[in-house]
């Protein structure tokens, strides 16, 4: 679905495509844990041009202090797709694309076949870009960089894979505006 930019997005006139990902789990290990959400944002010349996500089934219960984190439940999940299902769309979604997240390292554990892409860590491009800020989490550095002064950006929620997703192609924005180097 093709979307017009938003706020953050009028001063970035970069070509590429980035395809921003999360994830969501049942906890954090990739090799005894399993996704329940994933999503993507994908950016070409700087604008949106689609949004996905899907709850996905992890074949097993969700543990409760998953679920304090994400608020996903094993009823919201009961029916979905499992990751096996939806890798391909996935995969498909981030073609010809350098792949973006926030804790690279972490989500890649997961999107195991992504792993192969060109990728981009903002936690790390935001430690180069904002090394001030009080911390480079997500939502620290989506208050500190005003992200929320867009109110599509300022109405998600946290902790779930497309609103994170959002916030994380924001934060990539501010990055490469801050790292970028600038005309005489």
């Avoid at 944002?41 to 992890?58: F, K, M, Y």
């Avoid at 094993?74 to 073609?95: K, M, S």
């Avoid at 690279?104 to 870009?129: Q, Y």
């Avoid at 620290?140 to 929320?148: E, K, P, S, V």
Wanted: net charge negative; hydrophobic share 50%; glycine share 4%.
């Amino acid at each position: 679905m093709a979307q017009n930019a938003s706020m953050w997005f009028p001063q970035m006139a970069r070509p590429g495509r980035y395809a921003v990902v999360d994830v969501e789990t049942t906890g954090f290990s990739p090799s005894a844990d399993r996704v329940v959400e994933v999503a993507c944002v994908v950016i070409q010349n700087g604008r949106v041009v689609e949004r996905w996500s899907s709850l996905v089934d992890p074949c097993r219960p969700i543990p409760w202090r998953a679920t304090d984190v994400h608020g996903i439940t094993d009823a919201d999940v009961a029916g979905a797709p499992t990751y096996a299902q939806i890798e391909g769309e996935l995969f498909a979604l981030c073609d010809g694309a350098t792949v973006v997240a926030h804790n690279a390292a972490f989500d890649l554990s997961f999107l195991t076949a992504l792993r192969a892409r060109p990728v981009l860590c903002t936690l790390a491009l935001a430690r180069r870009a904002f090394p001030h800020a009080p911390d480079h989490k997500n939502q620290t550095l989506r208050a500190y960089l005003g992200i929320d002064a867009d109110p599509a950006v300022r109405s998600l929620g946290a902790h779930r894979a497309l609103a994170d997703a959002e916030v994380t192609a924001a934060i990539l924005v501010r990055c490469l505006d801050a790292l970028a180097p600038r005309a005489a």
